[in-house]
T-cell receptor, first 113, second 113 residues
Framework: EDKVVQSPLSLVVHEGDTVTLNCSYEVTNFRSLLWYKQEKKAPTFLFMLTSSGIEKKSGRLSSILDKKELFSILNITATQTGDSAVYLCAVEAAGAGSYQLTFGKGTKLSVIP | NAGVTQTPKFQVLKTGQSMTLQCAQDMNHNSMYWYRQDPGMGLRLIYYSASEGTTDKGEVPNGYNVSRLNKREFSLRLESAAPSQTSVYFC????????????FGPGTRLTVT
């Protein structure tokens, strides 16, 4: 059974702090790993990672994948209150003629002024 | 572009009642998905449609049926609602299945009493 584990489950930081969110996985036939941000409504796409060691960046957010150790991290620098959300990690695996996403339970980030 | 739209936004059902959740996308995507999100459980795939004319079961399909009406629309039906189906339901779409990010609708909050 495919498994995706995120840690920590929740995190409270002050504005300006840097945070690292973790995602480890055990899947058969790995295709890609995706990060989403969910703020009380629909998850919105952040990054897709398919290759080890290549950092993806978008503003203050960055992410990297390690396919050997089976994990990914999401970094947020200089956090702002608008970063408060649940961050979801999902892994895509190729099954019998199909591809499915398995989601972790998410990390709830709270940024306080 | 509206992206992915879902109706209704909220619904309360009594045990045993039936209803259909509607989903439509205007991004010319081929693949569509239905997820449920429960507290502490993350997002779980109910059914998906890799392309028009095909549907397949996901992780938690029991108690649900789906119809891919055309390329734009993918509906989820609860034939006889149960309290265990109280959840937030998200529809998503992607260009193709496999290594393409999924875009999510705003969700339907369903309560079964």
């Amino acid at each position: 059974e495919d498994k995706v584990v995120q840690s920590p489950l929740s995190l409270v930081v002050h504005e300006g702090d840097t945070v690292t969110l973790n995602c480890s996985y055990e899947v058969t036939n790995f295709r890609s790993l995706l990060w989403y941000k969910q703020e009380k409504k629909a998850p919105t796409f952040l990054f897709m990672l398919t290759s080890s060691g290549i950092e993806k960046k978008s503003g203050r957010l960055s992410s990297i994948l390690d396919k050997k150790e089976l994990f990914s991290i999401l970094n947020i620098t200089a956090t702002q209150t608008g970063d408060s959300a649940v961050y979801l990690c999902a892994v895509e695996a190729a099954g019998a003629g199909s591809y499915q996403l398995t989601f972790g339970k998410g990390t709830k980030l709270s940024v306080i002024p | 572009n509206a992206g992915v739209t879902q109706t209704p936004k909220f619904q309360v059902l009594k045990t045993g009642q039936s209803m259909t959740l509607q989903c439509a996308q205007d991004m010319n995507h081929n693949s569509m998905y239905w997820y449920r999100q429960d507290p502490g459980m993350g997002l779980r795939l109910i059914y998906y449609s890799a392309s028009e004319g095909t549907t397949d079961k996901g992780e938690v399909p029991n108690g649900y049926n789906v119809s891919r009406l055309n390329k734009r629309e993918f509906s989820l039906r609860l034939e006889s609602a149960a309290p265990s189906q109280t959840s937030v339901y998200f529809c998503a779409s992607s260009f193709y299945e496999g290594a393409y990010e999924q875009y999510f609708g705003p969700g339907t909050r369903l309560t079964v009493t």
